[in-house]
């Protein structure tokens, strides 16, 4: 019986940190690993999160039709905690997007269109892009092509309301913007 016990304890912390080494996430990586043990299961869609290393949000940019159609901007999950905040852009359209995040007290679909041109400036007429002068964060040029994913941080995020907006021409007003809190 002693024997058994003194398995069973030696086992516990074992398997304590298989889990642990198991949950743990690289930000640098486009793609979650699953751990092979037995004892813990993390879905790879889950974002990884944690005081240490910050929080994980996947965004999915889109478009079925190119410039002329509707398109989709949506990111998972739309909130995170203050500090680091690391995303994971994936183009799933059809043609050239970005993602650029930008602090701001006005709702994420009522930014003012009044810039044009590359890098967007103000606009008396053809005005296209929104304002990036509040802007966080983006994925740097290039622009993501088709199929592309890009990871980027930005660090110490503080609380507040921010939308996530593709800037390229006519994209915001194609429906490519969600709003994302930091609490």
Not at 37 to 50: C, K
Request: aromatic fraction near 4%; glycine fraction near 10%; charge should be positive.
């Amino acid at each position: 019986m002693r024997y058994g016990r003194l398995l069973v304890i030696g086992t516990v912390p074992v398997l304590a940190l298989s889990v642990l080494a198991g949950c743990t996430s690289s930000s640098k990586s486009s793609s979650a690993t699953t751990p092979t043990t037995a004892a813990a299961t993390v879905p790879p869609t889950v974002p990884a999160t944690n005081a240490a290393s910050g929080t994980t949000i996947r965004v999915t940019l889109g478009d079925t039709q190119g410039v002329g159609g509707p398109m989709t901007l949506v990111a998972t999950p739309a909130t995170a905690p203050a500090g680091d905040v690391t995303f994971v852009v994936k183009n799933g359209g059809t043609i050239d997007h970005e993602m650029i995040v930008l602090k701001t007290s006005v709702s994420y679909n009522k930014l003012p269109v009044v810039d044009a041109g590359d890098p967007p400036a103000p606009a008396k007429t053809g005005a296209d892009k929104v304002d990036e002068g509040t802007k966080a964060g983006e994925t740097g040029d290039p622009n993501l092509k088709p199929g592309d994913t890009r990871t980027f941080t930005i660090k110490n995020m503080t609380a507040g309301t921010y939308a996530l907006v593709c800037n390229i021409a006519k994209h915001y007003q194609r429906g490519m913007r969600a709003t994302f809190t930091v609490t």
